[in-house]
C-alpha cells in the first residue's frame, strides 16, 4: 500500500461528510496531524453557523463534552463547501453521519454515481454503525448497480464525548467490502497514530459495534438491578473490582457455560436478594438452558432419528453430573422422540443407563458410531488423544452433522457429506438450511 500512502501524502486532504459530533471531532484528529479537510453537510445552516463560529451551539457543547469546553477547528485549513461535487477532489471520504431519513445512505451513494468519474483510487470510511447490513444494502449495493468498483470500509468510533476522544486509545472496528479497502484503511489510519481491530465483513462489523454498545448496556442494568437487590451493598466498588477480576478472553460459548456452579452462583443471588428484582440473571438462565432446546427442535424438524451423545460429565475428564447439560439434552431428545446414544469414558454402561435408563450406552472404541448426528458435549481425557485415524475408525468424520460444544475437533477432515458445527461459529445458518 505503499502507493497509496504516498497518494494521500500528495496533498494531505480528506472529505469529510458531516458535521455533526463524529464529523467535528474527526477534523480535529486530522488536522492534529497535518490532514487538510473539504467540509459538507446536509444541513447547508450548519455550514454556516461553523463559519460564523457559531457552531456547535451551547447545547451541543454540553452533550459533547462534560464540562461543555470543545476545542475550536482550524477554518484556515478546511474549506466548507455547499457544492458536494467538490468533495470529489480528494480520494479519502469519511461519511461521519448515520442513515437517517434526512441524510440516507441510498442518497449518498447517488452522489458518487454522479461522480463516477471522478472516483480513481476512491476510498470510503464509514464511522457511524447503525442497524445491521444498512451499508452493504443502502450503499455499496447501488455502486454495484453501476458497476462502480470503489473500495469501502469502516472506522467506527466507541467515544461519544470529547474527553473519551482524546484520553481514550480506542481502537478502530474497520472491514471493507474487499481486501485492498482494509489494507487501505489500516494505512490510512497509521497516519493518524490509530489502531485498529480487523473485522472479517461489514455487516459483522456493524454487529460488533452494536453488540459492544448492547454488551454495556445490558451489563450496567444488571448493576443497577442488583443494587435494588442488595440495596445495603456499594454495587459502585463492587463492580469496578469485579469487572477487573474477569477474564473475558476465556469466555467460553455454547453451553459449556451451563454448570453446576452458575447455576448455584444464580440461585444464591436470587434466594438471599431483596424483593424480585433480578430479572436479567433470570432470563439469563432461562436463555442458556433454551439454547440446547432449540438445537433439538432443530434436529426434529430435519426428521433426525437419533443421536450420539459424546461426554456426559459437567466438566470435561470429571465424573461429575451436578446440573449436566449433556443429560439436559438426552432427557429433551428422548421426549421428542430421538433415539439416544450415549459415550463417556468417565461412566461404565450401568452407571449411564442407572442416570439415563431410556438411552443406549455406546462402546465407541468397539462398534462405530452410527447415528447421523454427533453432539460432542465435553472433552474428555480420551477425547483429547484423538487422531484422524481415531476420528475414521469410529465412524465421526462420515456422519451427516457434527455438533461440537468444545471446538477441539474442528480441525479434522471429514467427508464432503458431513457438515460439522462448533456452536456459535457462524455454521447454524448451514444445519438450518
Not at 438445537?295 to 446440573?323: A, P
Not at 484422524?388 to 465421526?396: A, M, P, S, T, V
Not at 457434527?402 to 444445519?431: A, E, R
Request: a negative charge; aromatic letters at 12%.
Amino acid at each position: 500500500m505503499s502507493n497509496f500512502k504516498e497518494l494521500i501524502l500528495q496533498t494531505k486532504k480528506v472529505s469529510v461528510w458531516g458535521i455533526g459530533y463524529l464529523g467535528y471531532t474527526t477534523i480535529l484528529r486530522l488536522q492534529k496531524n497535518g490532514f487538510n479537510t473539504t467540509i459538507y453537510d446536509f444541513n447547508e445552516s450548519r455550514l454556516d453557523e461553523l463559519i460564523d463560529n457559531t457552531y456547535p451551539s451551547k447545547e451541543q457543547l454540553n452533550g459533547w463534552s462534560k464540562n461543555g469546553k470543545v476545542p475550536s477547528l482550524n477554518l484556515e485549513k478546511l474549506d466548507v463547501v455547499k457544492d458536494s461535487s467538490l468533495l470529489f477532489e480528494n480520494c479519502i471520504h469519511i461519511i461521519s453521519f448515520p442513515n437517517s431519513d434526512k441524510s440516507d445512505y441510498i442518497a449518498l451513494a447517488k452522489l458518487f454515481v454522479q461522480n463516477r468519474d471522478k472516483l480513481k483510487d476512491c476510498l470510503i470510511l464509514f464511522q457511524s454503525a447503525g442497524l445491521p447490513k444498512t451499508i452493504e444494502d443502502g450503499f455499496c449495493r447501488i455502486l454495484e448497480e453501476y458497476n462502480l468498483n470503489i473500495e469501502i470500509s469502516t472506522v467506527f468510533r466507541s467515544d461519544w464525548t470529547i474527553e473519551d476522544f482524546f484520553n481514550k486509545n480506542y481502537k478502530r472496528t474497520i472491514s471493507g467490502n474487499n481486501l485492498d479497502a482494509v489494507e487501505k484503511t489500516q494505512t490510512f489510519l497509521k497516519l493518524l497514530n490509530l489502531e485498529s481491530i480487523k473485522i472479517s465483513s461489514i455487516e459483522e462489523s456493524e454487529i460488533y459495534e452494536n453488540t459492544k454498545n448492547a454488551l454495556n448496556y445490558t451489563m450496567v442494568a444488571f448493576f443497577n438491578q442488583l443494587s435494588l437487590a442488595y440495596p445495603h451493598i456499594d454495587i459502585n466498588e463492587l463492580s469496578k473490582n469485579l469487572l477487573k477480576d474477569m477474564d473475558f478472553n476465556n469466555l467460553s460459548l455454547g453451553v459449556s457455560s451451563v454448570d453446576y456452579k452458575s447455576e448455584q452462583s444464580i440461585e444464591n443471588l436470587l434466594r438471599s436478594s431483596s424483593g424480585d428484582f433480578l430479572s436479567i440473571l433470570k432470563e439469563a438462565n432461562n436463555t442458556n438452558i433454551s439454547f440446547l432446546f432449540y438445537y433439538v427442535n432443530l434436529l426434529k424438524n430435519k426428521n433426525v432419528d437419533s443421536v450420539t451423545i459424546l461426554g456426559l460429565s459437567s466438566y470435561n475428564s470429571m465424573k461429575d453430573l451436578r446440573f449436566s447439560p449433556s443429560v439436559m439434552l438426552a432427557e429433551y431428545l428422548n421426549k421428542e422422540n430421538i433415539k439416544v446414544y450415549i459415550h463417556d469414558e468417565n461412566f461404565n454402561k450401568d452407571e449411564l443407563l442407572d442416570v439415563l435408563p431410556y438411552c443406549e450406552y455406546i462402546d465407541i472404541n468397539s462398534k462405530p458410531i452410527e447415528s447421523d448426528v454427533v453432539v460432542i458435549m465435553s472433552l474428555s481425557k480420551e477425547y483429547q488423544f484423538f487422531t484422524q485415524n481415531k476420528i475414521d475408525e469410529i465412524g465421526l468424520s462420515k456422519v451427516k452433522y457434527i455438533l461440537d460444544n468444545t471446538g477441539f475437533f474442528k480441525n479434522f477432515k471429514y467427508s464432503d457429506d458431513t457438515l460439522y458445527h462448533q456452536l456459535c461459529d457462524g455454521n447454524l445458518i448451514k444445519v438450518i438450511n
